[in-house]
Nanobody
Framework: QVQLVESGGGLVQPGGSLRLSCAASGSISSINAMGWYRQAPGKQRELVAAITSGDGTNYADSVKGRFTISRDNRKNTVYLQMNSLEPEDTAVYYC???????????????WGQGTQVTVSS
């Protein structure tokens, strides 16, 4: 039983910044990769950024140089610093984490409920 709680979304002007946070809670034994996905109206959900347990990162080409993903393992939290935001970044952003429970021997993916990010004048 795992819950991912996201925060930090909202309305921002083009060129502005937001910082998203996602904290995992529950009977967590360990967490491997964590990431952020987004889905805009009429579009398929896409990977924005991912970070491994060793802090290796991957970014979508559209956000490279503007977004930074990081994690705090003590807090079971992943962050997404979003700078130089563009209207095209408007979407619902979803947190993802690959988690092993104390009662299980395998990892599985968990998702947050999503948080709205709107970039508009």
């Amino acid at each position: 039983q795992v819950q991912l709680v996201e925060s930090g979304g909202g309305l921002v002007q083009p060129g502005g910044s937001l910082r998203l946070s996602c904290a995992a809670s529950g009977s967590i034994s360990s967490i491997n990769a964590m990431g952020w996905y987004r889905q805009a109206p009429g579009k398929q959900r896409e990977l924005v950024a991912a970070i491994t347990s060793g802090d290796g990162t991957n970014y979508a080409d559209s956000v490279k140089g503007r977004f930074t993903i990081s994690r705090d393992n003590r807090k079971n939290t992943v962050y997404l610093q979003m700078n130089s935001l563009e209207p095209e970044d408007t979407a619902v952003y979803y947190c993802n984490a690959n988690i092993r429970l104390f009662t299980k021997v395998t990892f599985r993916a968990y998702w947050g409920q999503g948080t709205q990010v709107t970039v508009s004048s």
